[in-house]
């Protein structure tokens, strides 16, 4: 079996790409569960870092020297952002198959590599394979196993609808993916450099599912720590709303692109407006929610009993107490679900 303690390779069939900017408190752990990995092939590993001010730098050049050939760091004198660090990284990987994990993750199966490159080199007409994985709250060091639940019904050549329906969740640190299709959707496809994106892979699997079909490994291989402050959340609230507006907008923009049935279109289109309107109130933005709930009115036939809380919270301080008082009495009543009384809360701030 091999691993990256091992010299001398030829050309690895995988590589792995890791894309790390003031990840100092965790790229250790994410080089380690690299270095762990136990393969039938030689594989690399190709560290972006992107100009960090904390110790990420020195780390990572550290183990550059300490397995010189088989991890390889791509770096500059400036920084260049996500998406460029992400393509110069991509450019360099030599590997048949890339397997990605952020140096704020990590791979807790050794044998993750393995079972995905193994899978893709056996079937063709697959181009990606993900899996599984774990979430780690850094804050609190709670740990949920699985937290994908059980998708036993997945249909693997129907990955395009699947993830826009959120039934097919795909997890950039889980995913092993053939380099030259990755390659083909990122030269032929603006949207997987287009900057305006603050996500960067959404789109790229979202087009190689268009292309291929998609394997999924219910296995937990991996751990994503779940960070107060990251590229994809934050604390505050008007950061983590032009997220999340941006991230739905990329979806109903694929909606247009790719069509899908028109029962799943109006599904996932109210979904979003539902999402980025709770998040709009969460900012205190009273004009974009006004926008997301009428964008809501023209797409659901229905409106979601939440969508209403939020409707009134924009009313002003009486709108907010009315709001307020409906979760209280809501709240005092048996049988209520958790999920849904959780997003009653959030839309009474």
Request: glycine letters at 4%.
């Amino acid at each position: 079996m091999f691993s990256l303690s091992a010299k001398d390779f030829a050309t690895p069939v995988a590589s792995v790409q890791m894309l790390a900017y003031n990840h100092g408190p965790y790229i250790e752990r994410a080089v380690e569960g690299v270095l762990a990995q136990k393969t039938e092939f030689p594989f690399e590993l190709v560290i972006g870092e992107d100009c960090s001010t904390d110790a990420t730098r020195q780390i990572a050049l550290a183990y550059e020297k300490k397995y010189p050939g088989s991890v390889r760091v791509v770096t500059s004198e400036r920084n260049v952002g996500m998406h460029r660090n992400a393509l110069r990284v991509q450019e360099a990987c030599r590997g048949r198959f890339l397997a990605f994990c952020e140096a704020d993750d990590y791979w807790h199966d050794p044998s993750k590599l393995q079972t995905q490159v193994a899978f893709l080199e056996r079937h063709s007409d697959y181009g990606l394979a993900h899996c599984n994985y774990d979430s780690f709250e850094v804050s609190t060091s709670r740990r949920r196993k699985d937290a994908i639940p059980c998708s036993s019904s997945l249909q693997d050549d129907q990955g395009y609808l699947e993830i826009l329906l959120r039934k097919r969740r795909v997890l950039t640190l889980t995913v092993c993916v053939r380099s030259e299709l990755l390659r083909k959707v990122v030269s032929e496809q603006a949207e997987c450099s287009d900057e305006q994106w603050p996500m960067g892979d959404t789109q790229r699997w979202l087009e190689i599912s268009r292309l291929t079909q998609l394997k999924y490994f219910p296995l937990s291989m991996a751990t994503h720590n779940f960070l107060s402050e990251s590229a994809s959340q934050s604390r505050d609230p008007a950061k983590a709303f032009r997220f999340t507006e941006r991230a739905g907008q990329l979806i109903l923009h694929y909606l247009e692109k790719y069509p899908v049935p028109a029962a799943a279109d109006q599904l996932i289109r109210a979904r979003i407006c539902l999402e980025v309107l709770a998040a709009a109130h969460q900012a205190g933005d009273n004009s974009k929610a006004a926008f997301w709930m009428e964008e809501l009115r023209n797409t659901s036939t229905r409106l979601p009993f939440e969508a209403y809380l939020y409707s009134l919270r924009t009313q002003g301080p009486l709108g907010e107490f009315a709001v307020k008082s409906v979760i209280w009495t809501l709240s005092r009543s048996r049988g209520i679900k958790e999920r849904l009384f959780r997003v009653w809360q959030m839309a009474a701030g």
